[in-house]
């Protein structure tokens, strides 16, 4: 047997890990000489120690270390990326407040401003309507430099009429977040690279969600991007023709104007489901329709130094925060993946109680479009109202009693039909195809005893138990149903 099938000198060894951390190249956080650290990265100018000029990437740690090059960082934090993006974003950390951070000096006013600073650059620009929406703004931008901590995010949705200051949102934001792009003029296939790539806040405009060959590419990103862990796969080609399968990340916060919603331009209820709505009125405010964003003023730079500097040193008492948040926020569900990680940024600020005063609203009205637009409720609804009538003798329906002691009402889904056109007149989802769908797929009514066929016909079994807890988790009236 030779050496090399012994195992012996010469042979390949096949690793039980990576020698290297796979880490993101803008912002992550990474375990070094055993402690967590966030960090943040970019490309500057450097002048050697030969006295000669070149671009490098710079990583700064939260410690204040400072690593030059893609080769000693692999070296000195055993820390690797997967590729360099071939275009590279302008550093939006300037270089003299890097070298500030490094040397230890404090930010003037000192970073724990930096929601104070995000507030009043909104409200400078933007006439807000709704009570809290500067500072769900302000929140998300902080919450913008934190993503390495999260896991899930929560879209920010624009919408109202012309000239109410929608696109002037973009334009506060984009001084302020972190990494944005905005997606105008831009091809799918890029925004996919981009924002994994860069890390990117992406910012989408009404135009980008009216264009047919742009649309569903843009939905599809909705769609993953909330959620760390869900990824697009793209078939993408070589230079020499073959074609391979790239698997990317567009998982990171993102801002949406669309002046009818996401719902009615994309056709998609589950896009508004992943978004925080604030709707814009016009302002009376003669003052701010005539002030300007202008991007090389030092005011945005000075901010973006609280962010970075906010987030270095104290993304572990953000990161703590979120693990209390389980016990603490009354949410559930994709509310609860919206909101926890504003939450975790407000407790640090004390602003706990006053965005939950905020979310209780949003929550309300996300839960009211819902309920105007879903058949699922509607159905339920009705159901509940043929229960109790036939328990109060109103309604002729089949009763039996079935195993395990439960005790109900039979009805098929072409009576249903009847009964629902006779109270909501003809609608679309009024039909046994998609009646059917919802009883089994929504309300899992697709077994024995809850489902049976007799005579090719599918019967449902209406339960009290049953519809109470479904109720319950639509926020219905089991005393009066049809109560809206």
Not at 79 to 103: Q, T
Not at 337 to 346: G, H, M, N
Request: with cysteine.
């Amino acid at each position: 047997m030779s050496d090399d099938e012994e195992g012996g000198a010469g042979a390949s060894e096949i690793l039980d890990e990576s020698p290297f951390r796979w880490k993101k190249l803008f912002a992550d956080v990474t375990e070094i000489d055993r402690q967590p650290h966030m960090y943040y990265g970019g490309w500057y100018w450097i002048r050697q120690p030969d006295g000669n000029y070149g671009c490098n990437y710079v990583m700064v740690l939260d410690d204040g270390r400072c690593f030059i090059g893609v080769e000693d960082i692999m070296g000195r934090a055993g820390v690797s990326f997967r590729r360099l993006p071939e275009v590279k974003p302008e550093p939006r950390w300037h270089a003299p407040f890097v070298k500030d951070f490094v040397r230890g000096d404090s930010s003037n006013p000192d970073e724990d401003n930096v929601y104070d600073l995000c507030l009043n650059a909104f409200r400078s620009y933007i006439d807000y309507e709704e009570p809290g929406a500067a500072m769900l703004m302000a929140l998300y931008t902080i919450q913008t430099y934190l993503m390495p901590i999260f896991d899930t995010t929560a879209y920010i949705l624009i919408t109202g009429p012309k000239r109410s200051g929608k696109s002037k949102n973009f334009d506060v934001a984009e001084q302020l977040v972190f990494n944005p792009v905005r997606a105008v003029n831009m091809s799918v296939s890029s925004i996919f690279r981009i924002i994994e790539d860069w890390q990117a806040t992406l910012l989408i405009d009404e135009s980008d969600l009216d264009l047919p060959e742009k649309a569903a590419g843009i939905r599809t990103i909705l769609l993953s991007g909330y959620k760390r862990g869900l990824f697009v796969l793209r078939t993408e080609k070589t230079t020499k023709d073959r074609h391979f399968v790239e698997r990317y990340d567009v998982f990171g916060p993102k801002m949406i104007v669309a002046p009818q919603g996401v719902a009615e331009t994309m056709r998609e209820q589950m896009l508004l489901d992943r978004c925080i709505p604030i709707t814009m009125q016009r302002t009376t405010d003669e003052l701010l329709t005539k002030r300007s964003v202008r991007p090389s003023d030092p005011f945005w730079a000075d901010i973006r130094h609280h962010l970075y500097c906010f987030a270095l040193k104290h993304w572990r008492e953000v990161a703590d925060n979120l693990l209390e948040m389980p016990d603490k926020l009354p949410l559930m569900s994709r509310e609860y993946e919206k909101w926890s990680p504003l939450f975790a940024v407000a407790e640090y600020f004390g602003l706990f109680d006053e965005l939950f005063s905020f979310c209780r609203e949003k929550v309300s009205e996300v839960f009211l479009e819902e309920e105007s637009e879903s058949s699922e409720v509607k159905l339920l609804r009705f159901l509940i109202h043929l229960f109790r009538s036939a328990e109060a003798g109103g309604e002729a329906l089949v009763k039996e009693s079935v195993m395990d002691g439960l005790e109900g009402y039979y009805v098929s889904s072409s009576e249903l039909v009847m009964r629902l056109e006779q109270h909501y007149g003809k609608e679309s989802w009024i039909n046994p195809r998609s009646i059917g769908r919802i009883l089994t797929s929504v309300f899992a009514l697709n077994r024995k005893p809850l489902k049976i066929v007799r005579s090719g016909k599918p019967y449902y079994f209406l339960e009290k138990r049953k519809l109470e807890r479904l109720a319950e988790k639509y926020g219905i009236n089991f005393e009066n149903p049809l109560e809206v």
